[in-house]
């Protein structure tokens, strides 16, 4: 038993120097650039985009690419924040959060209940407003999808002409869908999960909310 397991060591053995002799001879075929100094910097120039033309025409339905919006705010402004409905208040004030605001005092962050700390989604609009909203739009068949750096979030935003659902379940990034009303992206969102945080200090938003967005 010995023999033979000694004896299928050698033959793996020499199966994977065989391997990476024949790769090292298809790489060298190729033309492909020999590592020389592994876990140092890459060798050779960095590689550069083409210089931008300002003068190129671009398709305005093609929103591929990373985004951010201009002029937006992480911070809640408190004096245009709207009177709260007796439900809405009454959620708002049973949100402990560690960030310290004018209308809520603030506690050590372990002892909050910001759903995020439990690794639930900031769903829709939090994540929009996190880090300025920054996101990657890649489009698909029937559907535009954004991916947020923060949390590695995924939205699907239908575009083959549906309707939004009726009474649909709450979802942490609710249901959307969208049109193209010239060059402007129209987002409509229902659906939401109530549980969601609009902000860090816990303003409230109900599952009935409408969201519209337009991005150009």
């Known amino acids: 038993m ?5 004896g299928s060591i050698i033959v793996a053995a020499s199966i994977l120097v065989f391997a990476l002799f024949s ?3 298809v790489a060298s075929q190729s033309g492909a650039k020999k590592v020389t100094n592994w876990g140092g ?15 190129e025409k671009v398709d305005p339905h ?15 402004d408190w004096d245009k924040v709207p009177p709260r409905t007796p439900w809405g208040e009454q959620v708002f004030q049973s949100r ?7 209308q809520k005092k603030a506690v050590e962050p372990a002892k909050g209940n910001d759903p995020i700390m439990t690794c639930n989604p900031k769903g829709i609009p939090r ?16 559907q535009i999808l954004m991916e ?21 379940d709450g979802r942490w990034m609710g249901y959307s869908v969208g049109r ?21 200090w816990g303003n409230v938003y109900s599952g009935d909310m409408h969201f519209e967005e337009r991005w150009r």
């Not at 093609?62 to 809640?76: A, E, H, N, Q, V």
């Open 2 to 6: 010995r023999h033979c397991i000694v």
């Open 23 to 25: 790769f090292a001879q």
């Open 41 to 55: 910097q890459a060798e050779g120039p960095a590689p550069r985009l083409p210089p931008i033309n300002p003068n």
């Open 62 to 76: 093609d929103l591929s690419g990373l985004w951010r919006p201009t002029g937006s705010r992480m911070m809640t």
């Open 96 to 102: 402990v959060t560690g960030r310290p605001g004018p």
């Open 127 to 142: 994540l929009l407003f996190y880090t300025g909203g920054q996101a990657a739009f890649f489009h698909v068949p029937d």
């Open 148 to 168: 947020f750096q923060s949390q590695g979030a995924t939205r699907h935003i239908w575009m083959d002409g549906r309707e939004l659902p009726k009474n649909p």
């Open 180 to 200: 193209w009303e010239g060059d402007t992206l129209v987002i409509d969102t229902t659906g939401f999960d109530d549980r969601a945080w609009l902000d860090q």
